[in-house]
């Protein structure tokens, strides 16, 4: 309970006492107001003036032990002095619940004070640790096409072609992670993982995207105009800086909002334009984006922007098509996925086009799939707006895949002072894409498929026993058609996080115990310090689940598990 509601509740409390007159007679409250000693009754100070309520009643400005202190000895003063029974209980119930009241709240300012600590470690080791980023060495090079060695497309979306890339200031590093993709259809995912890591992917260990210029115009300053939503991910590094503002091939401009970064967030090292090359396939497989001078049918423009980042092995898409993680490896496939979305919401970017197609992956040293969110092209990241796009217009373009379009949405009606919310509209497809992590068609794909804007939630398909149960319960959460029954991405991942780390504490976890949640935080803590050193998925989650402690979060997320619990033991 809030310190504000708890005043609240206790100053309504008091007033209705007052108006029913059941504290004392309206006279002699009316005497205290005017300062007059009451008939039979000892000399007292008078009431100064610019006092508004009587010297017993200032319990307004103290603290809430002060004030049940003070309730409690007037209850034993009545007691002794032969006051009504009925006063001397109102004033000792009262007393003794503002007592109670006091002790959860000095224990929630506990908790709150040790989950800030929490944080605060994590937050400084968060800053100096860098290893999931593994950025390109801090070079002048990397700013032109010719500094790059291109190699084979590796993938094509609806306005850009990838292709895999390496250049002298990022040399090969040999690792169990592979950069190119030829996914065969094997059962097994230990075979899936052998087949990712061949010898030929520590060739190309980076990856250029090549937008496709169809109307932007091919001066720098209008590439970056059209395309600025590319830029949302890129390091500080990735734009060359002229006089304190970002520029491409030597033309000022503004990008929008940037991300900072994270574990599960692409990371755009390098951003140029160039004019377009006649890369390989590119004829047979994007005819229409290339400038006439490369093909008289075409219709592109002769420069375009160029996007550096790390080669990963394949889409999510991709590796799901091939295998079904085990149920560990997908909760924490969803998991990353859920503090993706809310680093970027904590910065005021929606995504608006998550799907299993514009997820990347890889493994770490363990075999656990590492995923990061990419494709930022559909992107709401404004300076001016904060995760909510005026709706005045129909024109107003609302995201990218209409599939996966959250209800609020999809069902929104423009008008004047109309306003989409898209604090938790990411969330909402997160929800579907957990289905197709753990072996599920996706129930919004397809003929037969749900429509955002008309299912009930009834209607969605059962995940199976296969799936645990905090999982189920997440991904039921995230789907609720009502945005503000719909639990942000913080506290989705709150669930999944204390389901995997925290059995113990859930496991005696009561309405009466959630305070103890503080204690299997400080040794929780304690653990992942000491495994501080660690470059795998489950110890980047661990350290990102402590840097965004927040006490309410937390208890919200408990309370959906003990409300699932208690229902399973019915």
Partial sequence: MSVKHALSRGLEFGRTLFQLGILKPAGRI????????????QPGRTVQPRTFLPARYR?????????????????????????????????????VGLSLIDQQLEEDRKSAATCR???????????KTTSFERPIKPFLSGYKLEDYVIGKQIGKGCNAAVYEAAAPFAPLVAN????????????????????????????????????????????SEAILNA????????SPRALKKENRELVLSGHFGKASKRATAHPNVIRVYRAFTAEVPLLPNALEEYPAALPARLNPAGLGNNHTLFLVMKNYPCTLQQFLQVCVPDSRHGSMMLLQLLEGVDHLCKQGIAHRDLKSDNILLEFDSAGCPRLVISDFGCCLAEEHLDLKLPFTSRHAYRGGNSCLMAPEVSTAVPGPGVEIDYS?????????????????????????????????????????????????????????????KRPSARVAANILHLSLWGKRALASLNPASIGKLSDWLLCHSAVVLLKSFAVSVEAELQREFLASLDLEELRTAAGFLMHEMTKVNV
């Fill in 424 to 484: 938790k509209a990411d969330a909402w497809a997160l929800g579907a894409i957990g289905y197709e992590i753990f072996g599920h068609p996706n129930p919004f794909y397809g003929d037969a498929g749900l429509d955002s804007r008309t299912y009930h939630e009834k209607q969605l398909p059962p995940l199976g026993s296969n799936t645990p149960w905090n999982v189920q319960l997440v991904v039921k959460l995230l789907l609720r058609r009502n945005p503000n």
């Fill in 30 to 41: 009316a005497g205290k107001f005017r300062g007059e000693r009451l008939p039979g009754s």
């Fill in 59 to 95: 319990y307004y400005r103290r603290s809430l032990s002060g004030l049940a202190a003070n309730l409690q000895s007037a209850a034993f003063r009545r007691l002794i002095g032969g006051g009504s029974p009925r006063n001397r209980t109102v004033f000792l119930a009262f007393g």
């Fill in 176 to 219: 169990s992670e592979c950069s190119l993709i030829e996914l065969e259809q094997i059962g097994e995912e230990s075979d899936v993982r052998a087949s990712l890591r061949s010898p030929s992917s520590h060739r190309y260990p980076l990856a250029v995207k090549m937008m496709w210029n169809i109307g932007a115009g091919s001066s």
């Fill in 117 to 127: 600590e929490i944080q605060e470690i994590f937050l400084k080791k968060k800053k």
């Fill in 227 to 234: 395309m600025s939503n590319e830029l949302v991910p890129a």
